[in-house]
């Protein structure tokens, strides 16, 4: 579905990132890796043509650059790591925007198709009962899913999370990864995540992608990719010393 | 903030029939009183020709149709054009604080206006439309440098640095026409005109000019209401949801720039309309901008043509600058919405 094939992006005469190539197949859960400042976030802006690159990205056989961003809205979603609302809505509304890009109508009439994926989409987040609520009286853990909806609503083919669970705590953190898995299982759909938690990703990931420095230091399958070795290379920490230690804790 | 309530057609067909009595008033009150019955006739009859008006002075008719409804329509035309304006900027800046006057839009389009008039600028052919052009070209290029700068100064373009920036802007930008006008001319009345606003100078041909633009500039604005919609979640989510962002972001800029340009060229710079308008309907109905642009046009032309008003009569035969009207209720709903503001963010 997405190919990047030799992406190098330079900002201000720094290397950001440096030949990276990778491929996104359907029922990916195609997850990235790596340090603060390893060019990760750089990775989805390059994709949704937001910084200059080297290199070639294509969607479904088609260079990207070439396809227009009301198509490639239809195509790929993203999910915004920073929600700041300065006027007040309800959560339905806010999960109707998700929809723009299908809707005809001037003055932004809903049709039947937009509702149904509208609510099927706030099935799928349990937000449901929120529908009438404003967003400025949800929790942060609710907005988070709200704003999950309004990409699931949009219906795109690959899903782009920028940290996803950020500020959640463990159990929403868990809710949102088993709401995205079963997406990601339906048809033609594929995932891309920005993750810091090593343990949602063995435990959600298709394939990974650990960066270091704007390299890749492995990617592939995660069981071959994530390994003892990987992650000492990538973040200079033994993960099983360290693991054992805090399992210890536990006791 | 208190519950809102559910807006239908109902209540948008009566919010329209108060602007309508407002109007009847305002072209009935002033140093010769007309009773209303005689107002409506005599506008029913000279618009679309109803009844028969014979028994009505010619002097009276005459008032109506020369003075007062032209300042009427002329009052509603600038009313809505600064709200509807004012709403698209906060909108596209996400900042409840943003508007033309906030913004420097409106003072730097006063420099515009008084460069024309004070140095006798008329372009070949417009001669009408200089004032108007040079308002709305130093309007857009105000904005533009306010955005510019901020953009340097902040990148994230939070609604505290827009706003000094916009308000610092504007002071230059007044500094600067008082000083033209001072040097080129030697009439204070005029500086205190281009600072305060009159709707004095209304007339006929005034509003033929700016009626056009108007419904231009509200027919596109209009039919972006479902780009406004998804800008409310930032920029970039706005794109990534398929909206072209920058052409969306520059046309609207430009357009909403155009209308307080020539707001400003036809009655100087009315403050804090566009600024209190979009924010009482905000706090009325949800961010659904199907609702927010046509309630803040209905309410904006009802606001300037009420405060025009009372400008008139208060202190009559003199009148007051319509601006200190609007600035002062202006002044204190900022306080007001600045006080939310903090509060719900909790700074």
């Known amino acids: 579905m997405l190919k990047v094939h030799s992406l190098s ?71 915004m790591q920073n929600h700041n609302l300065e006027f007040d809505n309800t959560v339905y509304d806010i999960v109707s925007l998700g929809r723009y890009t299908y809707i005809k109508d001037m003055f932004g009439k809903l049709s039947h198709i937009d509702k149904i994926m509208i609510e099927e989409a706030m099935e799928l987040t349990d937000i449901k009962n929120l529908r009438n609520s404003s967003i400025n009286n949800i929790s942060g853990g609710e907005l988070q899913r709200v ?30 990864f088993d709401i995205l898995k079963k997406w990601s299982l339906k048809d033609n759909k594929a995932i891309i995540a920005i993750i810091h938690d090593l343990n949602l990703v063995y435990k959600y990931a298709t394939k990974s992608l650990l960066l270091k420095d704007g390299k890749i230091i492995s990617c592939g399958d995660v069981k071959d990719s994530l390994t003892r070795e990987t992650i000492k290379e990538t973040y200079d920490i033994d993960i099983f010393e360290w693991m054992k230690t805090l399992l210890g804790n536990w006791k | ?98 508007d033309g006057s906030s913004l420097g839009v409106a003072s730097g389009a006063s420099i515009g206006a008084t460069i024309a008039i004070a140095l006798g600028i008329t372009l070949p052919i417009l001669n009408e439309f200089s004032i108007i052009i040079t308002s709305i070209i130093f ?45 080129f001319s030697n009439d204070t009345k005029k500086i205190v005109f281009w600072t305060l606003g009159s709707l004095s100078s209304s ?59 020539m707001s400003v ?40 043509c009420l405060t025009d008003l009372i400008s008139r009569t208060i202190i009559a035969p003199s009148e007051l600058p319509i601006g200190t009207v609007t600035s002062l209720f202006g002044a204190v709903i900022f306080v007001y919405i600045l006080y939310n503001f903090k509060k719900k963010k909790g700074v």
């Open chain 2, 139 to 183: 309007a857009f290029l105000s904005l533009f440098i306010v955005l510019y700068v901020v953009k340097k100064i902040d990148p994230k373009m939070s609604t505290n640095t827009v706003i000094l920036a916009g308000i610092i802007f504007s002071m230059f930008a007044s500094s600067v026409s008082s000083l033209i006008l001072a040097i």
């Open chain 2, 203 to 261: 007339n006929i041909s005034k509003v033929l000019i700016i009626l056009p633009i108007f419904l231009i500039c509200v027919t596109y604005i209009l039919s972006k209401i479902a780009e406004l919609n998804v800008f409310q979640i930032g920029e970039d989510g706005a794109k990534y949801l398929g909206v072209n962002t920058k052409s969306t972001k520059i046309m609207l800029f430009i357009f909403s720039s155009v209308l307080v340009g």
């Open chain 2, 265 to 304: 060229a036809m009655t100087g710079n009315i403050g804090f309309v566009g600024l209190v308008i979009p924010s009482i309907v905000r706090m009325l109905v949800k961010t659904d901008y199907k609702l927010i642009l046509p309630f803040s046009m209905i309410l904006g032309a009802s606001f300037l």
């Open chain 1, 9 to 79: 992006v330079k900002l201000n005469n720094k290397i950001i990132l440096n030949d990276i190539s990778f491929n996104v197949m359907s029922n990916d859960m195609f997850m990235i890796i790596g340090p603060n400042g390893s060019g990760k976030t750089t990775i989805v802006k390059a994709i949704m043509g937001d910084v200059k690159y080297i290199g070639n990205i294509e969607l479904n056989n088609k260079n990207i650059k070439k396809i227009s961003v009301s198509d490639i809205s239809k195509q790929i979603g993203v999910l």
């Open chain 2, 1 to 98: 903030m208190f519950k809102k309530i559910k807006l239908n057609n109902y209540m948008f067909f009566s919010s329209i029939a108060i602007y309508l009595i407002i109007c009847v008033i305002s072209i009935s009150v002033g140093s010769v009183k007309i009773p209303f019955s005689d107002t409506i006739r005599v506008i029913l009859n000279k618009l679309i020709s109803i009844g028969n008006i014979s028994d009505i002075s010619e002097t009276i008719v005459t008032i109506i149709m020369n003075i007062r409804l032209p300042r009427v329509i002329m009052a509603s035309i600038v009313g809505a054009s600064l709200s509807l304006a004012g709403a698209v900027m906060q909108g596209l800046l996400k900042n409840p604080l943003a």
């Open chain 1, 147 to 176: 704003f999950l909806a309004v990409v699931l609503a949009q219906d795109p083919d690959i899903l782009i999370l920028d940290e996803p669970t950020n500020h959640l705590d463990l159990k929403h953190q868990i809710d949102i």
